[in-house]
């Protein structure tokens, strides 16, 4: 079964400082994993993917995640931080192995950016 | 990216009422559309997987004759709360995948958040 690991409930982190929100995951065939962040009362925005190809990838508001394949781990980083920042962030991974079907999400880390 | 809305955005009903859910892909057709709940500082758990013209799959835990689930179009998913009850109020996310884009993106609503008196 897949599984989803975010070890952190809470990453506080001062602006214009690197950020780390960790991740890792289970599956039995290859992984899809993304990143979502949440503000309040909303819904998931989308940050980004890795299916195949470079394992650094690229997404929104300058953010980047990691695919490290031997850890099992898909980081999520950003260079400086901004207080804008703050949210609760999601990793999620699904199986492609077992037709790619079901998303399962982390637990969720919250992200604080002191000004 | 692709739109996918929900209406209400916020409900409140009294115990023992029912709530219906509405789930929309808006510029995309939506053949698969999922249906999470969230607690207070928590993640989003699957309840359903609802398939366009078929019966919804259920997680385990999740009672299918209390949280009715209807996917009649490719744009269209419903999800209605029978006889709610407190420990029912939750915030609702619906989610949608494109498979025009090979299915790989899944496009989140903006949530609904149920409160029952």
């Known amino acids: 079964a897949q599984s989803v690991a975010q070890p952190e409930d809470q990453v506080n982190v001062a602006e214009g400082n690197p950020l780390t929100v960790k991740c890792t995951y289970s599956?039995?065939?290859?992984?899809?994993l993304f990143w979502y962040v949440q503000y309040p009362n909303r819904g998931l925005q989308f940050l980004l993917k890795?299916?195949?190809?470079?394992?650094l990838v690229k997404g929104s508001y300058g953010f980047e995640a990691e695919f490290n394949k031997s850890q099992t781990s898909f980081h999520l980083k950003k260079p400086s931080a901004l207080v804008s920042d703050s949210a609760l962030y999601f990793c999620?991974?699904?199986?492609?192995?077992?037709?790619?079907?079901?998303?399962?999400f982390g637990a969720g880390t919250r992200l604080f950016v002191k000004a | 990216g692709a739109v996918v809305s929900q209406h209400p955005s916020r409900v409140i009903c009294k115990s023992g009422t029912s709530v219906k859910i509405e789930c929309r892909s808006l510029?995309?057709?939506?053949?698969?559309m999922f249906w999470y709940r969230q607690f207070p500082k928590q993640s989003l758990m699957l309840m359903a997987t609802?398939?366009?013209?078929?019966?919804?799959?259920?997680e385990q835990g999740v009672e299918k004759d209390k949280f009715l689930i209807n996917h009649a179009s490719l744009t269209l998913s419903t999800l209605t709360v029978t006889s709610a009850h407190p420990e029912d109020s939750s915030f609702y996310i619906c989610?949608?995948?494109?498979?025009?884009?090979?299915?790989?993106?899944?496009?989140f609503g903006p949530g609904t958040r149920l409160t029952v008196l």
């Open positions: 989610s949608a995948r494109d498979w025009g884009r090979e299915g790989i993106e899944q496009f």
């Open positions: 599956v039995s065939g290859n992984p899809y």
């Open positions: 890795y299916i195949t190809g470079d394992n």
């Open positions: 999620a991974v699904r199986d492609s192995g077992t037709g790619g079907f079901k998303t399962i």
């Open positions: 510029d995309f057709q939506a053949t698969t």
């Open positions: 609802s398939n366009e013209g078929s019966k919804a799959t259920y």
